[in-house]
């Protein structure tokens, strides 16, 4: 079970300070309450390359896109709901994803976003460097 | 990438509206988490705070959202200015200080920057300044004849068209009052060759001009058009008489414009070609009378003023070689109009500069005393800040808000600073020093000037905000909130004291300076003049002005004379025809020893001043005769040429003055001149010159229509003035008149020394405010703290003494410190100081005497109260509350 840490604001892997970890943290295992949780910081652009893999099925607000890679991951990666939001807007800001309100299943409204064209361009260099990075760090485990 | 302005803009104006949005998101995510509890059988209540739990902080979900947005750091500083103004106003002395002190600091830099940027930064008023030279002679003269100007204009390869002016005076009646007025002689491409297009009607061309006295028009000068004639269109076509000669007006000049000197502003313009009827005599055709006084040009596109010199040097050299007997050297060099070259300019630009410099110093010295305040402040607020670094505020941003509230105070203080500034460059530029002369000192502030002032602003903020910095950061929250306070009482020299000693030295030099520009002006008012200016009047006129030509001039000056001898209560009657240190211009010429055959200027021993003068001048003005006679009547033009000379003149050319009685000398037309008297020497031209020679002419062998009489009386100057007024009426009405006493005309050469005593007096009263408000605030603040310590040191029995050295010991002796280091940088600083005041010297024992009582007068006066204070604690009360 693998803990998706956002970094907050740097893209270097940092170090958890005792304030910061609660919303830090953005994905947990999905164990019971009370079991060892094993924290597993990785890169922040990872969290932006899931959100924008799960909207290009569609759009679907912030709640689906939590829901969608819990459930496509199968239940290892557990988006922490603190930095999801944060993740939505800077996306925004940076014109990969758009959003609009719309009415969702509960009947109140709710915020949708989708995958710009920039977005899309995005996602596809994204995935490619993350492909290059696995396959690159399974060599060396291979290897060395 | 437009995505995110467009974000931004949202986020800057409908905040409130996206926090509402932002807060319903994370409602409906945490109600959408509920719903999915709810299907694990739990009541709705639970599964609500399951939910809630599960997201984790919406608060800082939110702050972190809002931090997205990209204005944060606009929020914040928002925020911290805010913050900021509040903390400001709670403290108002506090911050009426830190304003009253910058405020100083940086209008004292904005006047004086003011003044640079109008004297040297900006160039004259005319299209394309930058490319416009003046000619000058290796003398620093740009002096030329008539003929050679035309040889210059027409021979050079350099300029875009050379013009030439010249200064004069003259009469002019226009129907009413006869009056003097001031005006420029232009040559007919002056207003083309610059580039200035007329305001009303025309301005006159080279095409006007066919020979001597051929265009007598006028182009109004715009001040003199709108004060004299009050905008009235119609006077151009009219005619006026100028020294009784008819001269048509055909235009006024655009408004900016005053002509090419830089203080100076000329009633009006006429051509050249008619100056022998300003000047009663044609000096046209003269190679050798170099009467003009300034020739320009703008320089062609592509020539360096290097290029131009060796041009005109080229010319010059075929000057010389033409025409050997009228000239000497001609080398040329380039040189900015406006302030006549190197002449007047190098030493305005020393003098500015080194105002500047101690303009400068006062800012520092504001900066330091603000950097001290905000010091102590800082210690004062340590437990806010600490408590502040507890619940989690970063460091960074503690010092943000210090620098912000520095700002703040600096951005206050410099634009109470610039409107003062602006207010007195305003009156400066309106003040006319001189009547008699439209002598002003343009200096109204323009954008350079906000631009300078908001610089220094900005700079002085992070200056002295900078000061608790290095304390702010090493602030323990732990042991500040267990002890109280930062309470450091010790031996160690502190930031703050290293100030106050900055501080106080920059005081000290600049009260030095002061007393130095005073020593100088008392100095240079009782120098040796050659003249007894007291208890005398001087009256001038020109005698051309009304028409007198030839022999009537003569006579008219033995009437004027023997009118005014019959006033009563007049001791002497003396006539000049220019008095000396008049109008800083003088009449100089060539003197050569009597076995002189060829008489060219290169041989020349020296240029003497010459004055033409009657028989009891030197007894009207006071001047010492030293050996042989003074003139009388009888030396007229059928008895041999004679005249008196100063020691100085009959050492150049003699060797000495006992060698000179009765030995002749010639002149550069040949005359055989003899010796037959010696006087004192005396300063003819400035005040600041080495010693001069000299030599006065009887009035009836050397003519000269310019008059000026010098009575010596005991009577009331009013009363006396009356009367010669009267008398002069009687004899001819029509003739232009002024009347001054002799101190009263000395104004003008005494002006420098004047201006430097004003300002350096000023800015060492600043310097001094500054230096008691640290003190003081040292003081102060040191025995505010330490009250508990002095209320023991009282109830173990120390004497009164003893209490007042140890609360003000350690101010009294940053005191001592600091006038020590600034009265050594001020002798130091003897040289810069020279610039700026004539014989200035700080080693005078009278200045150093004066600084240090100086510093101990301010030290008593800014420890005063804070003595008291400490003497005035009671013990028992005060160790009752601790």
Redesign the interface.
Known sequence: MAVINAGHKLDSLIVVDIRQQESLTCCRMSTPIGTDQSRLDLLQGTLDLLILRALRAGAMHGWAISERIQLISQDVLQVNQGSLYPALHRLERRGWIKAEWGVSELGRRARFYSLTASGRKQLEIEAENWGKLSEAIARVLRMA | ????IV?RFRALFFRRRMDQ??Q???D??I???A?RNRQHDVDPAEAKRQARL????VV??TE??R????LFAMEMLLKDVRFGLRMLRKSPSFTAVAVVTLALGIGANAVVFGVLNALVLRPLSVPQAESLYSLHRNDNSAAVSYPDYLDLRDRNRSFDGLAAFNISQAGMDAGENPARVWLYEVSGNYFDALGIRPYVGRVFHDSDEHGPNSAPYIVLGYAYWHTRFQDDRGVVGRTVQVNKHPFTVVGVAPPEFHGTMLFFSPDYFVPMVNQEQIDGSNLLNDRGKRWIFMTIGHLKAGVTPAQAAADLNSIGSYLERTYPKDHGQMTFKLGRPGLYGDFLGRPVRAFVAGLMLLAGLILLAACANLGSLFAARAADRSREVALRLAV?ASRIHILRQLFTEAVLISLIGGAVGLWGSIVLLRSLSEWQPFPRFPINVPVTPDANVYWVALLLTLASGFLFGAVPVRQALRIDPYQIVKSGSIGRIGRRITVRDALLVVQIAICAVLVTSSLVAVRGLVRSLHSNFGFEPRNTILMETGLDMAGYRGDAVRAMQKRMIDAMETIPGVTSVGLVDRTPLGNGSYYASNIFTDETIDLRPGNAVAESATYSISPDYFQAAGTALFAGRAFSWHDDENSPRVAVVNREFAGRIFGSPSNAMGRYFKRRDGTRIQVVGIVEDGKYQSLTEDPLPAMFLPILQSPSSETSLVLRSNRDPQQLAAAMQSTMRGLDSGLPLLIETWNQKLDLPLFPSRVATVSLGILGVMGAMLSITGIFGMAAYSVSKRKRELGIRMALGAQRKEVLQAALGRALKLLALGSAAGLFLGILASRVLAFIVYEATPRDPLVLAGVVLAMLLLGLLATWIPAQRALSIDPLTLLREE
């Open positions: 990438m437009w995505q995110d974000l949005e932002l319903e998101e994370l409906f995510h109600e959408m988490q719903r599960q997201f984790g902080s800082s979900a972190e959202c931090e997205q947005r990209g989690g």
